[in-house]
Nanobody, 126 residues
Framework: EVQVVESGGGLVQAGGSLRLSCVASGLTFDDYAIGWFRQAPGAEREGVSCISSSYDSTHYADTVKGRFTASIDNAKNTVYLQMNSLKPEDTAVYYC???????????????????WGQGTQVTVSS
């Protein structure tokens, strides 16, 4: 059984940083796309980033480009999302999603990823 678990969320002041982690059990990240999504209260879920080491590609939403960086540690089977210069509008539950193939197979932010985590809350105070 595949399980995806996010961690690293918390409360931070505007301008601060957080690093989220995504660990998957039951699979290795080789040949998979790992997406980060977020959903704020009352809003639709939106894609934040996608990374695929086997396909050497990383994608970012325009709203986070230049502030967020996704990286992958294949030895630890962990994907990180480094979030800098956080803004109150970044407040949301952040989800990690895993899907077989490159990020482009998922547009890269559609909802057809195979496995989803339960989410981790990120709150940015002004």
């Amino acid at each position: 059984e595949v399980q995806v678990v996010e961690s690293g969320g918390g409360l931070v002041q505007a301008g601060g940083s957080l690093r989220l982690s995504c660990v998957a059990s039951g699979l290795t990240f080789d040949d998979y796309a790992i997406g980060w999504f977020r959903q704020a209260p009352g809003a639709e879920r939106e894609g934040v980033s996608c990374i695929s080491s086997s396909y050497d590609s990383t994608h970012y939403a325009d709203t986070v480009k230049g502030r967020f960086t996704a990286s992958i540690d294949n030895a630890k089977n962990t994907v990180y999302l480094q979030m800098n210069s956080l803004k109150p509008e970044d407040t949301a539950v952040y989800y990690c999603a895993v899907g077989f193939g490159p990020c482009t197979d998922y547009d890269p932010f559609n909802d057809e990823y195979d496995y989803w985590g339960q989410g981790t809350q990120v709150t940015v105070s002004s």
